[in-house]
């Protein structure tokens, strides 16, 4: 069975710096393509950055310069690390994984089948 579980959320100010974290269990995370998600209410998700088998990656116009999406193979995890955090970064954060070895296109929601339960970020001003 796979899981992806985030962890590392909180309430931060604006300018601080958060690295999320994404366990994930019943698969390699390298194997396919995954991705960072995010979320407030009322709207719809949106990616924030992923990352491919080969190690490339994607990022949104918004978070480029300020975020970083790596993984660590050994531990099975997937991060993001935020910096120069904004209130506009406020939102639930979700980890994602792709179900196929090929890669689909990254910032695409449809596009990836695994998904983990977010972990809220919360900026203050």
């Known amino acids: 069975q796979v899981q992806l579980v985030e962890s590392g959320g909180g309430l931060v100010q604006a300018g601080d710096s958060l690295r999320l974290s994404c366990r994930t269990s019943?698969?390699?995370?390298?194997?396919?393509?995954m991705g960072w998600f995010r979320q407030v209410p009322g709207k719809e998700r949106e990616s924030a950055a992923a990352i491919t088998t080969q190690g490339g990656t994607d990022y949104a116009d918004a978070v480029k310069g300020r975020f970083t999406v790596s993984r660590d193979n050994t531990k099975n995890t997937l991060y993001l690390q935020m910096n120069s955090l904004k209130p506009e970064d406020t939102a639930r954060y979700y980890c994602a994984a792709q179900a196929q070895a090929y890669t689909y296109v990254l910032n695409i929601t449809t596009n990836y089948f695994y998904w983990g339960q977010g972990t809220q970020v919360t900026v203050s001003s």
């Open positions: 019943g698969r390699t995370v390298g194997s396919t393509a």
